[in-house]
């Protein structure tokens, strides 16, 4: 199994940062913050997409590497199914409804895409054990009196 250190990681981080800095919206101007939606589609060629993920809002956001199809609260008992095609970040909905979500909501797109760029990087390492499921889900924790674990990996 393949392990980062610390270093490592904030190396990807700044290689995807210098990327993204060359990219036509941004590049030759002053650049005061990343854009997650812009290194996302744009950079690594990932779409985002707004559903929502579970009833009770629990989880944020969800990817997966791999074509599969997935039941979300939206579809009916029909068998209908939303298809992830392995190049989407999927992002609870109701994250862009208003303005306070705005942190919450541009964390979980780089957090999901995070999954996407390891994949990239390392994809006979990465989410390639056999019994692991394809799907990373990424849940709010609901207790706030521990913000460093307000996030919980599926
Ligand atoms: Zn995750």
Known sequence: MKRLSRKDIEAIANRVIRACMKLPEVANQ???RIYPEILAESLLGLKIDYQHLSFDGSILGMTSYEEIGIELPGCDDSGEVYFLDG???????DLREC????GRRNFTIMHETSH???????P????????ERPIH????NTVRRKPIEDWEEW
Do not use: R, W
Not at 124 to 131: C, F, I, N, T, V
């Open 30 to 32: 002053p650049v005061y």
């Open 124 to 131: 006979q390492d990465y989410g390639a054990k056999l019994h």
């Open 99 to 102: 303005v306070e979500q705005n």
């Open 87 to 93: 190049k989407t970040v999927l992002i609870e909905s």
């Open 137 to 140: 889900f990424c849940k709010a």
């Open 116 to 122: 996407q760029v390891l994949k990239m990087l390392f």
